[in-house]
């Protein structure tokens, strides 16, 4: 099964509306003239259309984290035109109680690659949505589709530990999280687990890897959704 068909078909309404508006925007709609030269749609714009709406100005300011940015930038291999592709890196586990911004940061640091030119292939799934997306069924190729995030550039795996578990998530998520291990592709980690309770949660195999394979920033403070920002 390709990536697509594992997706919500109004998701890809919902983009593709998105796509819409930035491009009539940028003068390359269809109601654009002759006589305006376009200006050309920057991969930041192209990737709030897939962000989804709450997150798609998230910025981040966490030291840590725009550090780790710069250190992915900083690596990656020169492509057309000179720009910078994601390369092998570290991996980022941000951990924290509920509701302190942490999938605020994740997307703030997709944000950030892109807006400093960076080419970026990238997914995002929370954990409970990887499981429901891999579980098997008839006439679906579950396992083309972990390949796909397991070989993407860039993956955030939002929430980590948060889904219920069993023998077959455990075994998935390892799968996930060891071939990133073993071939350095930069992840992007949430999780409001922690160390503990994340090693209980996903196993020691799973937990051993990301300690290696991650650097740690922990977000503390009350729970933003409840305490809202005055």
Same mark, same amino acid.
């Given at each position: 099964?390709?990536?697509?068909l594992?997706?919500?078909? %109004?998701?890809f309404?919902?983009?593709a509306?998105?796509?819409g ?9 269809? @109601?654009?003239? @002759?006589h ?9 714009e192209l990737?709030? !259309?897939?962000i989804?709406a709450r997150?798609?100005?998230a910025?981040?300011? %966490?030291?840590h ?6 250190e992915i !930038?900083?690596a990656g291999r ?5 720009a ?9 586990l941000i !951990?924290?109680?509920?509701g302190t911004?942490k999938t605020h940061q994740?997307?703030?640091a997709?944000?950030?690659l892109? !807006? @400093?030119g960076?080419?970026?292939r990238?997914?995002a ?10 579980r098997p069924?008839s006439?679906?190729?579950s396992e083309?589709e972990l390949q796909t995030?397991a070989k993407?550039p ?5 929430d ?7 023998e077959w998530?455990?075994?998935?998520t390892?799968?996930l999280i060891? %071939?990133r ?10 999780t409001n ?5 994340l090693r209980?949660?996903?196993g020691?195999?799973v937990?051993?890897r990301l300690a ?6 922990i977000l503390d403070?009350?729970?933003r959704r409840?305490h809202p920002a005055?």
């Amino acid at each position: 099964m390709t990536a697509a068909l594992a997706r919500d078909p %109004h998701q890809f309404g919902r983009i593709a509306d998105r796509l819409g508006a930035i491009l009539t925007q940028r003068g390359l709609g269809p @109601a654009a003239t @002759a006589h305006e030269p376009p200006e050309p749609v920057t991969a930041l714009e192209l990737a709030d !259309a897939r962000i989804p709406a709450r997150y798609r100005g998230a910025l981040t300011d %966490h030291p840590h984290i725009t550090a780790w940015v710069d250190e992915i !930038a900083r690596a990656g291999r020169p492509g057309p035109a000179g720009a910078p592709g994601i390369s092998e890196g570290s991996s980022l586990l941000i !951990a924290g109680p509920t509701g302190t911004g942490k999938t605020h940061q994740a997307y703030g640091a997709i944000r950030a690659l892109l !807006a @400093a030119g960076v080419r970026l292939r990238w997914e995002a799934v929370t954990a409970a949505d990887l499981y429901a997306r891999l579980r098997p069924r008839s006439g679906f190729d579950s396992e083309r589709e972990l390949q796909t995030l397991a070989k993407c550039p860039l993956l955030l795996l939002d929430d980590l530990g948060a889904a219920k578990t069993s023998e077959w998530t455990e075994e998935l998520t390892y799968r996930l999280i060891n %071939h990133r291990y073993e071939h350095l592709r930069p992840t992007l980690i949430t999780t409001n687990l922690p160390t503990a309770d994340l090693r209980t949660a996903l196993g020691d195999r799973v937990a051993s890897r990301l300690a290696e394979m991650t650097e740690r920033v922990i977000l503390d403070g009350p729970d933003r959704r409840r305490h809202p920002a005055a």
